[in-house]
């Protein structure tokens, strides 16, 4: 039981390259989110899927796009990097109300 | 909207004294409130959730919090700290009913000093 998983650890991106960041989760949950945190800021909300099939706008969308690919998977995609979305990306997943979060993504947009 | 402040961006306690973490909240209708910890290079984990009827309730490694609605309060307590308790302490509030979104504070970085 590996939780929830993200693919890759780090990442360096050059402004306008684009890449998808993957997450996966073995323990059935509905629901997934998509969150990045800065320093000062904490944890925001990008994008979540309350179930398999749906998605939904969080915080701060912009730049981002997402797919629910199945109840296992849900990639966040950033179609032309900026500097402005270098941070730490955590996915999570829930049934109920505790969140489970993955390792995280560091990503660096020069 | 919902919304979360934690008003203290560090907080730092001799070992083996009492700690506390300070979180209030803003949100419509009912709250279910959350705490999680990071340590570094990690992800989140949680520690505790009020979600209804005990005000105080209990989490891990010895960690409690108390719901206090007059106040819209759920501030973390540990009635003696450890150096291993060092690490960065987040709330988070959800709306109890129409929605699966999740506010998160800005974090209090817990120092607990040998």
């Known amino acids: 039981n590996a939780g929830v998983t993200q693919t890759p650890k780090f990442q360096v991106l050059k402004t306008g390259q684009s890449m998808t960041l993957q997450c996966a989760q073995d323990?059935?949950?509905?629901?997934m989110y998509w969150y990045r945190q800065d320093p000062g800021m904490g944890l925001r909300l990008i994008y979540y899927s309350a179930s398999e099939g749906t998605t939904d706008k969080g915080e701060v969308p912009n730049g981002y796009n997402v797919s629910r690919l199945n109840k296992r998977e849900f990639s966040l995609r950033l179609e032309s990097a900026a500097p402005s979305q270098t941070s730490v990306y955590f996915c999570?997943?829930?049934?109920?109300?505790?969140?489970?979060f993955g390792p995280g993504t560091r990503l660096t947009v020069t | 909207a919902q919304s979360v402040a934690q008003p203290e961006d560090q907080v730092n306690v001799a070992e083996g004294n009492p700690l506390t973490v300070k979180c209030t909240y803003s949100v419509s209708g009912n709250p279910y409130l959350f705490w999680y910890v990071q340590y570094p290079n990690r992800g989140l984990q949680f520690l505790l959730k009020?979600?209804?009827?005990?005000?105080l309730v209990k989490g891990s490694y010895g960690f409690e919090a108390e719901f206090n609605k007059s106040q819209t309060s759920f501030h973390l307590k540990k009635p003696s700290a450890l150096v291993s308790d060092s690490a960065l302490y987040f709330c988070a509030v959800r709306r109890a009913s129409g929605t699966y979104k999740y506010i998160f504070g800005t974090g209090t970085r817990l120092k607990v000093l040998a």
């Open positions: 323990m059935n949950h509905n629901s």
């Open positions: 999570a997943s829930s049934a109920g109300s505790k969140q489970y």
């Open positions: 009020y979600i209804t009827g005990d005000n």
